[in-house]
Nanobody, 123 residues
Framework: QVQLVESGGGLVEAGDSLRLSCAASGRAFSSYPMGWFRQAPGKERELVAAISWSGQSRYYEDSVKGRCTISRDNAKNTVYLQMTSLKPEDTAVYYC????????????????WGKGTQVTVSS
C-alpha cells in the first residue's frame, strides 16, 4: 500500500513559481512510476507530468513543457513538481498518483492517489 499526501499549493500571480511536494508512505514507493495530474472545474483529470521509478524517464504534457520539472527523491519518499511561469490556465487541483504499471495518461489506471492541493493563478 502507498499513501500519498500533497502540499505546496496556493494562490499566486501569473508568472510566479510554485513547488508541489508529494510525500509517500510505503516501501513500494521507490519502485513505482509517479505522476502529477490536475483537474480544473468542469474538466477531466489530466496528466501533467510523470517520472519513472529511477527518475531517468520523464513525461510532460505539452502545455507545461519548459515550465515544469518533475523530480523524485526515493530516499525521502517524495516526488516534486516545480512549476514556473504560471498561467491562469494552470489553475486546478493538483493530484499526486502512483502505480506499479500505469497506463500513463489514463487516470483510471493509477491505483494510488493523494487528496490534492489547490493551485490558483490570478491574472
Amino acid at each position: 500500500q502507498v499513501q500519498l499526501v500533497e502540499s505546496g499549493g496556493g494562490l499566486v500571480e501569473a508568472g510566479d513559481s510554485l513547488r508541489l511536494s508529494c510525500a509517500a508512505s510505503g516501501r513500494a514507493f521507490s519502485s513505482y512510476p509517479m505522476g502529477w495530474f490536475r483537474q480544473a472545474p468542469g474538466k477531466e483529470r489530466e496528466l501533467v507530468a510523470a517520472i519513472s521509478w529511477s527518475g531517468q524517464s520523464r513525461y510532460y504534457e505539452d502545455s507545461v513543457k519548459g515550465r515544469c520539472t518533475i523530480s523524485r527523491d526515493n530516499a525521502k519518499n517524495t516526488v516534486y513538481l516545480q512549476m514556473t511561469s504560471l498561467k491562469p490556465e494552470d489553475t486546478a487541483v493538483y493530484y499526486c498518483a502512483g502505480d506499479p504499471i500505469p497506463v500513463m495518461s489514463i487516470a483510471g489506471t493509477w491505483d494510488y492517489w493523494g487528496k490534492g492541493t489547490q493551485v490558483t493563478v490570478s491574472s
